[in-house]
C-alpha cells in the first residue's frame, strides 16, 4: 500500500516538539504534537483515515486468512466536542542500504517560507502527514499519523526564559537590597 500525505484541518498544537525530537521515553527521539480541533473539523480527516485503514485490514485480511482482526486504538481522541490528533515519527530513519537519515518535519509559515522558529503550545497549525498502517499478532491493525511537513499559521513561540511581565509580575523600580544585622537597627548598603 502506498504512502499517500494527507493534510490536516487546522488545529491548536498541544505538547509539541517539532524543533526537536522527544528523548524522554525514547534515546532516538520522536517529533510529535496533539492537534486539537473541534468534531466537525476533523470528521472530514478521520473519514480519509479510517478509509485508508479500513482497505489495509481488508488486504491483511486476505493475507492472514482471517475473518477478523484486532483493532489497535486510534490516534485520536475526542472530549467535549473537541478531537485530538496524536501525530508522531521517529526521529531517524534506517535506508535499505543501513544509512541512518533525520524524519524531520519541514516546518514553513502561512506564507509558505521555510522557517526555525520555536513552535510552542498554542500554536495554530496544518500537518502534512503520513498515515502509516501497521499490524502485529498482539497489538492488532493500527494506524500511525507520521509528521512530514508543519504550515504555522499563527505561531506561539518558546525559549529559555521570558520576562518579569512575561510571568505576570507587575514591573517597578527596584529598592536597594539592606540586610539587618541583629545588633541593632542600622541598614548595611550592599
Excluded at 473519514?47 to 492472514?64: D, G, I, P, S, T
Excluded at 484486532?70 to 473537541?82: I, R, T
Excluded at 524524519?103 to 514553513?108: M, N, S, W
Aim: with cysteine; hydrophobic share 40%; aromatic share 8%.
Amino acid at each position: 500500500m502506498p504512502n499517500n500525505t494527507i493534510t490536516t484541518p487546522a488545529g491548536i498544537a498541544r505538547y509539541p516538539h517539532l524543533n526537536r525530537p522527544d528523548t524522554k521515553f525514547d534515546d532516538v527521539g520522536v517529533f510529535k504534537v496533539n492537534l486539537e480541533m473541534t468534531t466537525e473539523e476533523a470528521e472530514p480527516f478521520i473519514a480519509q483515515v479510517e478509509a485508508l485503514l479500513a482497505e489495509f485490514v481488508a488486504e491483511k485480511k486476505r493475507e492472514l486468512k482471517k475473518d477478523k482482526l484486532k483493532m489497535h486504538a486510534a490516534p485520536w481522541e475526542e472530549n467535549d466536542g473537541m478531537i485530538q490528533l496524536k501525530l508522531k515519527v521517529k526521529a531517524m530513519g534506517k535506508a535499505k542500504d543501513g544509512e541512518t537519515y533525520s524524519r524531520a518535519p519541514k516546518l514553513f509559515n502561512a506564507s509558505g517560507e521555510v522557517i526555525t522558529d520555536n513552535i510552542g503550545g498554542g500554536s495554530k497549525l496544518k500537518v502534512a502527514v503520513v498515515p502509516y498502517c501497521w499490524y502485529t499478532a498482539t497489538l492488532g491493525a493500527g494506524v500511525t499519523l507520521q509528521p512530514k511537513a508543519v504550515q504555522v499559521l499563527d505561531l506561539v513561540t518558546w525559549g529559555d526564559g521570558g520576562s518579569a511581565a512575561a510571568y505576570g509580575f507587575d514591573v517597578s523600580e527596584a529598592q536597594p537590597a539592606t540586610v539587618k544585622t541583629g545588633t541593632d537597627d542600622q541598614d548595611i548598603e550592599w
